[in-house]
């Protein structure tokens, strides 16, 4: 801007911060860019702006500037990108986001389950709620006969739980307070603690160091809910998923794809591919081994421990075939005074909104019966409120190993309601006879069952007997189910002469 002058310094000390010095006078009005890694201040009247190498030195100095003026950091805008934070809350802010967990029976049930069943926990004390969401839990608090609940969102999510909780008469002892637990102020300390607080393998979205971060309003004695996590973590062999992912790298190999040779890409596919977690849920016997449980209790835990988180595995086989990977699912506790509540994502139990998760290796391992495979998992907290997801393995007494690099930020959905189908090989009789011999003992092999109206035993013989096709009724139950669009000329004909009041085969259907 005019009257103003612009200075460029080379740190003298690292030899790598820049600093840039733009003065403004008095009488200009100028508008400055403020990136991740510059910061703007007045000195002497003047406007500064330092631009720094790297957005952690400009959160190093943003924080020691704030502790220089009085000001407390915010804990969560230090470890949180400004893009991931705004697309965190807006996504939490949507009625039907809340209304996919609410509706998560296993989730909501077990919770209301664990605040019931610990009521004396609950009666005349003073609760807080981090991250209310709609305020569900808050409201199980108040049933379980709570004093004061207060319910903390950071999201728009909480002018609905206010009004949820005006409409509900209950202002007087549900509290909602809109902000971050690590900005916010309350006016007392808390008996216990209430959250849901678990994302995609436990600890995404990093939600778990809000909870943690609330207990500087919890009293010496106070509680949680949930107390403790257990992440398991176990050896898979699925080639079917780990074909469909290297076949969708495989696209990129075509010499002649309109002229274009996209082969120089495809090696860059391959990695995107396999760095993405995949979430669904599967059968579990296709797991090698015996799960590695790593747990966190919440009630000692401090939010700087899921910074970097590993585990150390070592995998007995028990089978013999290729390890594409590694599988994960958490349980959480809820300890209470009077029973232990646990909540599950195992893939033995009850499918929730969690489903599971699958690391795949690019390079899968064959693996022996007996065999030991050891190593290591790394949960490497991000800014971008997830993890990036280290994983290297070795087959003990070997040269083998395998790792990869995951973002946990980016999984792949796969889940698509179909029924799991048991892994291939699994059956050690012949399942027709089994099938057979269970309706044989159930009695039921005499059973009358109807099949496009013809009477069947419980063997699907028909019982011609007792029968009597209806050749125009078997036609219409025939039919194949496509969209009128489709259906030639002749079949269009042919199912308005089936849908005339005279026609035999409706009278057959109605009576």
Not at 254 to 260: A, I
Request: charged share 15%; aromatic share 10%.
């Amino acid at each position: 801007g005019g009257g103003g002058k612009t200075n460029s310094v080379d740190g003298a000390n690292d030899g790598h911060r820049q600093l840039e010095e733009l003065l403004v006078n008095g009488s200009t009005t100028t508008h400055l860019p403020r990136g991740h890694t510059a910061h703007l201040l007045i000195v002497g009247g003047e406007l500064v702006m330092l631009r720094f190498a790297t957005r952690s030195d400009c959160q190093q100095f943003r924080a020691l500037l704030q502790k220089i003026s009085g000001k407390v950091s915010s804990v969560f805008n230090l470890r949180t990108e400004d893009s991931s934070a705004s697309q965190y809350f807006q996504f939490y802010g949507y009625l039907s986001q809340q209304q996919n967990m609410m509706q998560d029976f296993v989730r909501t049930s077990t919770y209301q389950r664990a605040i019931y069943s610990n009521a004396s926990d609950f009666q005349g004390k003073v609760v807080l709620d981090v991250g209310a969401g709609s305020g569900i839990l808050s409201f199980f608090a108040v049933q379980a006969g709570a004093a004061k609940v207060y319910a903390v969102e950071a999201s728009n999510m909480a002018q609905y739980a206010q009004q949820l909780v005006s409409s509900n008469n209950l202002s007087d002892k549900i509290v909602v307070i809109a902000g971050k637990i690590e900005e916010i102020e309350l006016p007392e300390r808390v008996d216990v603690i209430i959250s849901e607080p678990m994302g995609y393998m436990l600890y995404n979205e990093r939600m778990l160091e809000t909870y943690l971060h609330g207990k500087k309003w919890l009293k010496s004695d106070g509680r949680m809910y949930p107390s403790r996590g257990d992440l398991h973590v176990a050896p898979f062999n699925d080639e079917a998923l780990y074909m469909e992912q290297y076949n969708k790298a495989n696209f990129w190999m075509q010499t002649e794809f309109h002229g274009v040779n996209l082969v120089a890409l495809r090696d860059a596919a391959m990695k995107e591919y396999f760095r993405q977690p995949i979430v669904d849920t599967f059968d579990i016997r296709i797991c090698m081994a015996k799960s590695v449980r790593h747990t966190t209790n919440f009630l000692t835990a401090d939010e700087k421990d899921l910074h970097r988180i590993q585990i150390d595995v070592e995998f007995h086989m028990l089978e013999t075939g290729t390890c594409h990977g590694l599988a994960f699912w958490f349980d959480v506790e809820f300890a209470g005074s009077c029973s232990q509540i646990w909540l599950s994502t195992a893939p033995t139990e009850s499918l929730t909104h969690w489903y599971q998760v699958r690391c795949l290796l690019q390079t899968p391992i064959f693996v022996k019966q007996g065999q030991v495979l050891s190593g290591k998992v790394v949960l490497a907290a991000n800014q971008r409120q997830s993890y990036d997801v280290e994983i290297d393995l070795k087959l003990e007494g070997t040269m083998i190993t395998s790792s990869n690099t995951l973002d946990l930020k980016n999984p792949y959905f796969r889940y698509t309601g179909a029924p799991v189908p048991a892994p291939p090989g699994s059956n050690t009789t012949s399942p027709s006879e089994t099938y057979w011999g269970q309706l044989d003992a159930q009695g039921a092999r005499n059973a009358v069952n109807l099949v496009n109206g013809i009477t069947v035993n419980g063997l699907g013989e028909v019982d011609m007997s007792s029968t009597i096709i209806n050749t125009n009724l078997m036609a219409i139950g025939n039919q194949p189910n496509i969209h009128p669009g489709l259906i030639s000329s002749t079949g269009r004909q042919q199912q308005q002469q089936q849908q005339q009041p005279g026609n035999s085969a409706v009278a057959a259907q109605q009576s």
